[in-house]
């Protein structure tokens, strides 16, 4: 499956951006989907996975509250709702999917999307 994740911007401290991320070559209802973000010079980390009907949502501590993932298998696609953005949230963000039933490791996914840069500033 081929992911392109889009949406990602420059954004004030406090504001909101909603990434995108449209698969294709196979649909996604087959797999586990998640989204990570890697800063400069850090590892790439777990932000938000969901489960492949929706059922389950699962969040990094950091983004509790603020972010939300969701998915319409119809249009083969994945989202994330980003809102109060920190500066801290800056990075380039990754859509992923996995096969797997594990959600929090980069390890477990199979296919990567080729980022898009978030940027806020405070």
């Known amino acids: 499956v081929q992911l392109q994740a889009s949406g990602g911007g420059l954004v004030q401290a406090g504001g909101s951006l909603r990434l995108s991320c449209a698969a294709s070559?196979?649909?996604?209802?087959?797999?586990?989907m998640g989204w990570f973000r890697q800063a400069p010079g850090k590892e790439r980390d777990f932000v938000a996975a969901?489960?492949?009907?929706?059922?389950?949502?699962y969040y990094a501590d950091s983004v509790k509250g603020r972010f939300t993932i969701s998915r319409d298998n119809a249009k083969n696609d994945v989202y994330l709702e980003m809102n109060s953005l920190k500066p801290d949230d800056t990075a380039v963000y990754y859509c992923?999917?996995?096969?797997?039933?594990?959600?929090?490791?980069?390890?477990?996914?199979?296919?990567w999307g080729q980022g898009t840069q978030v940027t806020v500033s405070s």
């Open positions: 070559g196979r649909t996604v209802s087959n797999f586990r």
């Open positions: 969901i489960s492949r009907d929706s059922g389950y949502t």
């Open positions: 992923a999917a996995s096969t797997s039933y594990n959600s929090y490791y980069t390890r477990y996914y199979d296919y």
